[in-house]
């Protein structure tokens, strides 16, 4: 990393290691309910598909804020919109039936994956990036999976459990990886 990259991105690196590690509790803490109500579309399950996008508008809004001017900004701009119709989404599809909500979920895995990804791509500068890159990948991959997953006779909510937790992981792994400044050693 290049001392001006270094420079640039000091100021920006303990709020995105805060963000990183919140954004990773809350995804452990969602995989658990989800996981604990089961694979039914109850009140209860509804409430956390719909939370678990707009978490991600709030997190977007938080990074956006907090991140300097150029591509990663204009890129969660895009999240947020994106996560905020995905939250709508889910509520309505939520009526519909599992095979509806996963449709959705996919596609906002999908789009937000790659979102995910290029935002990585731009802040490569800052360090501890490559688990934001290959999060969005694996993302839009699993996005294409929670789609065809819909077409199953008796398609299963538990696997966005599993989906949640794993970006958290990737989560946690940048924060452990971005750079610290000299007074934080």
């Known amino acids: 990393m290049t001392s001006a990259a270094t420079a640039q991105h000091a100021g920006a690196t303990p709020a995105l290691r ?3 590690t919140v954004r990773f509790v809350f995804a452990a803490a969602w995989a658990a309910l989800l ?3 089961g694979s039914e579309l109850t009140t209860g399950a509804r409430l956390l598909l719909f939370l678990y996008p707009a978490f991600d508008v709030a997190a977007a809004v ?3 804020r907090s991140a300097r001017t150029g591509r990663p900004v204009t890129g969660l701009y895009v999240n947020i919109a994106v996560s905020s119709l995905a939250a709508v989404g889910v509520a309505v599809a939520g009526a519909s039936g599992v095979a509806d ?3 959705v979920w996919g596609a906002w895995a999908i789009v937000s ?3 995910q990804l290029f935002v990585g791509v731009a802040r490569r500068p800052m360090g501890g990036q490559w688990a934001m890159i290959a ?3 694996i993302s839009a991959l699993a996005g294409a999976s929670f789609v065809g997953s819909a077409a199953q006779d008796d398609p299963s ?3 966005l459990a599993g989906y949640a937790l794993l970006g958290g992981i990737f989560f946690l792994v940048s924060a452990f990886r971005l ?3 000299a007074d934080e050693r």
């Open 18 to 20: 805060r963000l990183y």
């Open 35 to 37: 996981l604990a109500s």
């Open 62 to 64: 938080v990074d956006a």
């Open 101 to 103: 909500v996963l449709r």
């Open 113 to 115: 994956g790659l979102v």
């Open 135 to 137: 999060s969005g990948g």
């Open 157 to 159: 909510l538990t696997t």
């Open 179 to 181: 750079p610290r400044p």
